[in-house]
Structure formats: structure tokens, C-alpha cells
């Protein structure tokens, strides 16, 4: 059996944009036993694809924070041993960051990556021993697939498969239909006026007999998230959740909608009707996979109105 380390250590989008390249590696060669080195904050999203075997995880965002800290070099030291005593057969770093390829170098096995022109920091492929070609104008899942491809000798064929399942709905929350509202994201560019969630899921309620939910990150998307359930005839602000938790509340739903974050692309994967807003960014760069259940609306500088969200919704497969 070959042991093979895949390096792919943040952020949340990335990491799921990697499941459908490791479900058609594991499809050519089910034999192989991956782990996975990824930032803990994310490592619950490695967890989620059934096809692998073990998570390692780093702390590359604290130790930034504590180079003066005894405490961060031990726990560099720990990882270290930890990566060397596993005897990989192979690792492969699909980022392409320093902050990648420096930890994927630890393992002492033969090291796979981009290659100059490919990787998103050129200098991360000086630690490669062995580099490919992938063009940087794919989307992030094809470059994945193409990288895996290339690594093992086989050419990515069909659509991609995320291959994970929602685990189960959470226990909070009541029986019945849903939709959940993904209003949090990363920078207020991005954000779609609260006055379009209130309209939004009114409509939800008074049209679909559906309860919104609104989960959030930090006390401010708590705040807002509060704010919109005061204003909406049934709604539930959800508990602060880890991912495994999030993965099973989105996997339940009967329809997502959310702006540029991470939980949409958690969303797309679990296939479910999904409709993915753009404000600020260019959904050809990091939008969903558009499916017969998943859509991505506006762009930069453009702010979909309810109805085209409404419309776009209804025209998803498994809406009802």
C-alpha cells in the first residue's frame, strides 16, 4: 500500500475545492492511504471526505504570532517527528505556498508540487522534487484534479465529485423544512444588504412555509444575524458551530443562499440548492460549481436583487 501526504493547510474554500480531486484519486487507485496536513481551524473540513485515512494538523497562524515562544518551536519540533515517524511513500503540496511547501518538506519523502509558472508563490516550488505544469486561468477544483492527474499518471475525465456526505441534521434543530442564509463573509464588499435578507426571507416563509436560518462566526455576524431573525416571521439564529456541525445543517436544507464564504462552497458539495451572490468578486475565480442545483449570481460592482435570487432559486433542481 502507498502512503501518500496531501498539503493543503487553509482556508476553508481550498480545502474543499481538493475533495474532488482526492474522490477520483482514490477511484484509480483505491489501494492508496492519504492523510492530510492541514491548519487545525480547518482540519474538520479534511475530515469530512470519507476517502481519508488520517488528518495531521499545524498551527503555521499562531507560530507566526509566537516565534519569540518556546512553546510554538516545540510544537514545530512535535510535527516534525510526527511527519518523519509516518515514512511517507509520497507528498504532494497542492497549495503552492510557502507556508505549504515548508511544512510538506518535513516529512523527508519525495515532494510533488507545481512548478514555477504554476504555483501562487513561485519560490514554493524550489522545495519540489518532482513539478508540474497547470495553468493558472483553471478554476481551483480543475487545478487540482489536473495536479493529482499528472502526479499519478491518469487524465481528470467527467464532472467533478465531491464525494462527501452532510452527516446528520443537527439535533437544535426543530423537524421540518429550512433554508439557510449564509449573510457572514469575509470583508463588507462582499456583504448583500440587509434589507435584501428581510425581503428575501419573508418571501421564504410567506411563499415556501420555510424557517431561515442564520448562522454566524464572530459577535458581529452574530449581531446582524439577531438582527434579521427580530425583523423575519420564523426564523432561529443557530448556535455557534464547529464545521462538522455546519456540514450537516447546510446537507439538510432545502435551499442555501449565501454570499462569497466558505459555507457555500461547504453547500455546493453537498448538493443541495444553492445560490451563491457576488457583489465585489468575479464568480469565475471563486464562485460554485454551477450545477442543476447550484448557481452563482452578480459580480464585481454588481448586487443581484431578491428576485433574481428568487428566480434563480426556483429554477434549481431539488426546490420545490
Known amino acids: 500500500m502507498m502512503n501518500v501526504l496531501i498539503v493543503r493547510t487553509s482556508s476553508m474554500g481550498d480545502l474543499i475545492h481538493t475533495w474532488p480531486a482526492i474522490t477520483e484519486l482514490k477511484t484509480h487507485y483505491p489501494n492508496i492511504r492519504l492523510s492530510w496536513l492541514a491548519e487545525e481551524s480547518f482540519a474538520d473540513i479534511a475530515r469530512l471526505h470519507p476517502q481519508v485515512a488520517e488528518v495531521l494538523t499545524l498551527r503555521w497562524r499562531s507560530w507566526r504570532k509566537r516565534l519569540l515562544q518556546p512553546e510554538a518551536w516545540r510544537e514545530v519540533r512535535a510535527l516534525k517527528r510526527q511527519l518523519r515517524d509516518t515514512h511517507f511513500d509520497l507528498v504532494l503540496d497542492s497549495q503552492g505556498l510557502l507556508k505549504s511547501a515548508i511544512p510538506a518538506k518535513w516529512a523527508g519523502a519525495p515532494l510533488a508540487g507545481l512548478d514555477w509558472s504554476s504555483a501562487r508563490e513561485s519560490l514554493a516550488s524550489l522545495f519540489y522534487d518532482k513539478k508540474h505544469t497547470v495553468s493558472r486561468q483553471l478554476s481551483a477544483i480543475e487545478r487540482n484534479r489536473l495536479l493529482f492527474g499528472r502526479c499519478f499518471g491518469y487524465a481528470p475525465q467527467g464532472a467533478p465529485q465531491f464525494g462527501v456526505r452532510p452527516g446528520e441534521r443537527p439535533a437544535w434543530m426543530l423537524s421540518g423544512r429550512y433554508a439557510v442564509l449564509l449573510h457572514a463573509t469575509s470583508r463588507a464588499s462582499k456583504e448583500w444588504p440587509e434589507a435584501h435578507w428581510l425581503e428575501l426571507g419573508r418571501a421564504l416563509s410567506a411563499g415556501h412555509d420555510l424557517v431561515t436560518v442564520l448562522p454566524w462566526g464572530n459577535e458581529r455576524e452574530k449581531a ?33 443562499i449565501g454570499v462569497d464564504t466558505g459555507l457555500a462552497h461547504l453547500a455546493n458539495a453537498l448538493s443541495v440548492p444553492l445560490v451563491a451572490i457576488y457583489t465585489d468578486t468575479d464568480p469565475q475565480q471563486t464562485g460554485v460549481v454551477e450545477t442543476p ?28
Not at 442545483?293 to 428576485?307: D, F, K, M, R, S
Open 293 to 320: 442545483w447550484a448557481t452563482n449570481l452578480g459580480h464585481i460592482g454588481q448586487c443581484p436583487t431578491v428576485e433574481d435570487v428568487l428566480a434563480a432559486l426556483r429554477a434549481r433542481q431539488g426546490w420545490q
Open 224 to 256: 446582524r444575524a439577531e438582527r434579521l431573525a427580530a425583523q423575519l416571521p420564523a426564523a432561529v439564529v443557530a448556535p455557534r458551530m464547529n464545521l462538522i456541525e455546519a456540514a450537516g445543517l447546510l446537507g439538510h436544507a432545502s435551499a442555501v
